[in-house]
C-alpha cells in the first residue's frame, strides 16, 4: 500500500543536559560502610543542580514535547522516524516550531543564569560539591538541543541499485515485508488507543453509587472527542473499519452530555451500551 501522499517521517531529537555525576569518591565509601562484597553493589550519582529547579523544567518541557509528537503521529522505524499524517502537518510544525522556540528561549536563560546555579548547588551539596564536575556554560550549551527532521516515505520496493537482478528482487522483496510489517504495527496504535478509551470508559460507567456525580468531570467526554478527532487524521491507511468504529464513538458521545451523564442512571446505561456495542463489534 502506498502511503507516500497521505504521510511523512519525522523525527524528533531533543536532548538536555543531566546534569549528573558518577562520584567514585562516595560510591567507595558506601560501599565499605555497608560491608558489600562487589563494588557494583551501590553507586553514588550526583545532582549538579541540585537546590535548583531550573534545568528540571527544561527536561520536563522536553519530556512534555516528546509526548505530544508521540500523540500526533505513529510509531514507524524501531528509534526516531515516526509517521506524521500530511493532513496534520502544518498544525504539527506550527507547533513543533513554537515548542522549539520556547525550548531555546529557557535554554538561553538557563545559561545565563548557570554560574549562579553552581553557587546554588555548592550551598545545596555540601562536601559532595567538585568543582571540577562542571563544564564550562558553552560547554553546557551544547549540550542542548532540539532538532526536527522531515523526509518522504519511501515507496515499498523503491530500490535504485546496480546490483544483480536475483540480488535485487530478492532485496526489494524483503523490504516490501518490512514496510508492510512497519504499516500494520504503526495502524495498531489508533486501534490501541480507541481500544483503551472504549474499555476505561466503559467501566467508569458501571454501576452507581451515592457519590457518583464527584466521579465525573468534562474530560470523561472532552477526551473521547479530542480522539474522535485525531484518529481521523491518524488513519492514514484509510481504513474503513478504524473510521467506522471512530463514527460510532463520536455519535455516542454527541447524544449525551455532562450533567446527564452524572444524574441519570439510564443515561450512563445506555452510553455504555453503545460503547459495548462497539467493542464487541471489531476484532481489536
Known amino acids: 500500500m502506498s502511503i507516500s501522499a497521505s504521510a511523512v517521517t519525522v523525527e524528533l531529537n531533543i536532548s538536555v543536559w543531566t546534569a549528573n555525576k558518577l562520584d567514585k569518591t562516595a ?10 562484597q562487589s563494588n557494583d553493589a551501590a553507586q553514588v550519582r550526583k545532582n549538579l543542580m541540585s537546590g535548583t529547579t531550573v534545568r528540571k523544567k527544561i527536561a520536563d518541557f522536553a519530556a512534555g514535547c516528546r509526548l505530544w509528537h508521540n500523540t500526533h503521529t505513529l510509531p514507524w522505524a524501531d528509534k ?3 509517521l506524521l499524517p500530511t493532513s496534520l502537518f502544518m498544525d504539527y510544525k506550527d507547533e513543533m516550531n513554537a515548542r522549539r522556540s ?3 528561549d529557557m535554554v538561553s536563560e538557563f545559561i545565563l543564569e548557570y554560574p549562579q546555579l553552581v553557587q546554588i548547588a555548592r550551598s545545596s551539596m555540601g562536601s559532595l560539591y567538585n568543582a571540577e564536575d562542571y563544564p564550562s556554560a558553552e560547554g553546557v550549551q551544547d549540550k542542548f538541543g532540539f532538532r526536527l527532521v522531515f523526509s518522504p516515505v519511501p515507496e515499498a520496493g523503491d530500490f535504485r541499485l546496480d546490483i544483480p537482478q536475483q540480488d535485487l528482487a530478492d532485496m526489494r522483496a524483503d523490504y516490501d515485508i518490512a514496510f508492510n510489517d512497519r504499516l500494520a504495527d504503526a495502524m495498531h496504535m489508533p486501534w490501541t488507543k480507541l481500544h483503551d478509551m ?5 467501566a467508569k460507567l458501571t454501576g452507581s453509587d451515592e457519590d457518583t456525580q464527584k466521579r465525573w468531570h468534562d474530560t470523561f467526554l472532552t477526551n473521547g472527542y479530542d480522539l474522535c478527532a485525531m484518529l481521523s487524521h491518524l488513519n492514514i491507511t484509510k481504513d474503513p473499519h478504524l473510521e467506522s468504529a471512530r463514527r460510532q464513538l463520536e455519535t455516542a458521545l454527541l447524544n449525551t452530555n455532562i450533567e ?3 444524574s441519570d442512571d439510564a443515561e450512563r446505561d445506555n452510553l455504555k451500551t453503545k460503547l459495548d456495542a462497539i467493542l464487541q463489534g471489531y476484532e481489536w
Open 102 to 104: 520556547l525550548f531555546d
Open 198 to 202: 472504549l474499555t476505561n470508559m466503559s
Open 80 to 82: 526516531g522516524a515516526r
Open 27 to 36: 560510591t567507595d565509601t558506601v560501599i565499605a560502610a555497608n560491608h558489600a
Open 260 to 262: 446527564a451523564i452524572k
